[in-house]
């Protein structure tokens, strides 16, 4: 058995405390669905990220987001790139099961912004993301956590 205390106080810490390190990156990537993702950003857009995340807690009251289950909201895994309307066994209004469109960025952006002057009549009872910075912060959770396997 090596004595590292022998190497000095630093090298001591450093050999032990690496493979930790290692293990809790690893458990927190297995627990959090947007590890993949969120480790692809820079530190400014891991601010935007977590300022999203506290926007989005409101969604999740209706929405379910990394999985596919409705609630009083369709689920929203898989919704960049989807046509509006089409989640799997959810009953949509009309306006929102006629309208024409897949959803993107700008869709969503204009969506959220203002839900009913969107598509009026729809029943998503919210009103919306005025403040462009929270706007742009919740799309990027949004694009992390419902793009998540
Ligand atoms: C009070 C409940 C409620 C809240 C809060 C809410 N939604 Fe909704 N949302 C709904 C309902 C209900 C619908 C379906 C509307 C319809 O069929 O007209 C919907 C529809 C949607 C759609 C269209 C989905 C599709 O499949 O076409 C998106 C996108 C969406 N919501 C995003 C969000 C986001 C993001 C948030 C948080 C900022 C949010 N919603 C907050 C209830 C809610």
Redesign the pocket.
Known sequence: MVDFRRFGGILGRRAFSGPWIAVCLLLSACSDPAASFKAGLTPAELARFQRGEQ??H??W???NLTGDSNS???Y?KG?FG?P????QG?T??D???N?DYT?DRER?RR??RA?NQV?PG?????PG?TNEQDLNA?LLY?EGMTGAE
């Open positions: 926007v989005a409101i969604c009251t209706c929405h009083i909201g369709p929203l919704v989807r509006a309307g089409t989640a959810y949509y209004s306006v929102l099961r309208a959803w969503l969506f959220l839900p598509l729809n029943r998503m009872v919210w993301v919740l949004l």
